[in-house]
């Protein structure tokens, strides 16, 4: 039974930097043709796609948000890490990782990080 | 203002048949990109509903459904039970803004 699940910070000021990983298990980022994705939600709001890192270390980001998102891998230790810089209190949201490339078939339960002075 | 567009809402009674539309274009739906569904009820994480277009994962009744056609897909859920309250939301992916992209979900009331 394929897992992922986040952690890092629940509060974090303006302009500081967040990081958040993913810790996953039962799939391996070695393996041809596997991905794992961030997505966050604001409160009552939709889905926003932020970023998505390949097996062969292909990096996908979303437009919008490419100059302050960087994802990395480490295998070894099946995680999956999002920073993302100057962060805002738009930036609050539910941020959720997840296992795919075209669809997301497994999804962590999210963690919730709130911007805030 | 999401790329793809879904009705904010959609109500039913038990019982009854409803659709959810989600409407793309010709950089996403209409370039020929798969759609996909998620089911999120209140307070969980998103659970994939139908991917690639019209298939159901394991675990998934059957009285749900979706098509695809042109630069639009649809989400038809028969039998509609009250467990079935949840937000729905398709996804795809778009050629110019290589990435993928969510529709602004649509929120399921069974009356």
């Known amino acids: 039974q394929i897992t992922l699940k986040e952690s890092g910070p629940t509060l974090v000021k303006p302009t500081q930097t967040l990081t958040l990983t993913c810790t996953f298990s039962e799939f391996s980022l070695r393996t041809t043709g596997v991905g794992v994705g961030w997505i966050r939600q604001s409160p009552g709001e939709a889905l926003e796609w932020l970023a998505l890192?390949?097996?062969?270390?292909?990096?996908r980001y979303s437009p919008s948000l490419r100059s302050r998102l960087t994802i990395t891998k480490d295998t070894s230790k099946n995680q999956v890490v999002l920073t993302m810089t100057n962060m805002d209190p738009v930036d609050t949201a539910t941020y959720y990782c997840a296992h795919g490339t075209d669809y997301f078939n497994y999804w962590g339960q999210g963690t919730l990080v709130t911007v805030s002075s | 203002q999401s790329v793809l567009t879904q009705p904010p809402s959609v109500s039913g009674a038990p019982g009854q048949r409803v659709t959810i539309s989600c409407t793309g274009s010709?950089?996403?739906?209409?370039?020929?990109?798969?759609v996909h569904w998620y089911q999120q009820l209140p307070g969980t994480a998103p659970k994939l509903l139908i991917f690639?277009?019209?298939n159901r994962p394991s675990g998934v009744p059957d009285r749900f459904s979706g098509s695809k056609s042109a630069t639009s897909a649809s989400l038809a859920i028969t039998g509609l039970q009250a467990e079935d309250e949840a937000d729905y939301y398709c996804q795809s992916y778009d050629t110019s803004l290589s990435g993928w992209v969510f529709g602004g979900g649509t929120s399921l009331t069974v009356l």
């Open positions: 890192i390949y097996w062969n270390d292909d990096k």
């Open positions: 010709s950089s996403n739906i209409g370039a020929d990109y798969d």
């Open positions: 690639l277009n019209s």
